[in-house]
């Protein structure tokens, strides 16, 4: 199973709602990835979690929270949003690097709209 | 900061040409380089790693050459077909290998 699973695929909410973001691979990957995508952009990494742990927060605004319950689960929780929040949140996971940096297999994207 | 260029933006090529992306990034220290492709609105599907130790990965129509001396890779796809219509990504790992950084992307359009 190579597979990287996202709920929900779609996802529209108000700025004073609260909703969460959910990822599962059953690959054995101990390393796993969110990354945000604007329209015609690049993903851009947001959070980075090794055997459960946060290990890079790149710089992401406290209304964005991510967790990690087990390891093969990756949440992100979402609260006050703003509508440039918008955007394709993707979920990638891979094998922690090591002497060898290992291909990270993406999921297929949660598309989310502020209103 | 690590920057990872693409070339060209956009690509339009008649099915059954051979053609070729360009990537390129200003820091040779990185651990691996990625392709991707992207559909519209998808996610990304892997296509071929080249650690930093290698020159070079193939996979059926596609091959890719790594100089990291020069800062370069390239994605050579044989001919080309309709089905290859999609947004194509390089990215580089550095920093422990943890962090990602991508190019902007070809979008290529194969006409039948």
């Known amino acids: 199973d190579t597979e990287v699973t996202q709920t929900p695929k779609h996802l529209v909410m108000g700025m004073t709602n609260k909703k969460s973001l959910k990822c599962e691979q059953h690959?054995?990957?101990?390393?796993m990835y969110w990354y945000k995508q604007k329209a015609k952009k690049p993903p851009e990494l947001m959070f980075v979690y090794s055997y459960e742990k946060l290990s890079i927060n790149e710089s992401v605004p406290s209304r964005f929270s991510p967790e990690c319950p087990n390891s093969s689960l990756l949440n992100l929780h979402l609260h006050a949003l703003q509508p440039e929040d918008s955007a394709l949140y993707l979920c990638a996971s891979s094998q922690v690097p090591g002497p060898v940096v290992h291909e990270q297999f993406f999921g297929p994207g949660t598309r989310l709209t502020v209103l | 900061k690590q920057e990872v260029t693409q070339i060209p933006a956009a690509l339009s090529v008649p099915e059954g040409e051979n053609l070729v992306l360009n990537c390129s990034f200003t820091d040779s220290a990185i651990y691996n380089l990625q392709w991707f492709r992207q559909d519209p609105g998808k996610g990304l599907t892997s296509l071929l790693l080249i650690q930093s130790s290698q020159r070079e990965q193939t996979s059926g129509r596609l091959n890719a050459s790594l100089d990291k001396s020069s800062g370069r890779s390239t994605l050579y796809i044989a001919a080309s077909q309709p089905g290859d219509s999609a947004t194509y990504l390089c990215a580089v790992s550095n920093t422990g290998g943890f962090k990602t950084i991508f190019g902007a992307g070809t979008r290529l359009f194969v006409k039948a």
């Open positions: 690959m054995g990957h101990r390393a």
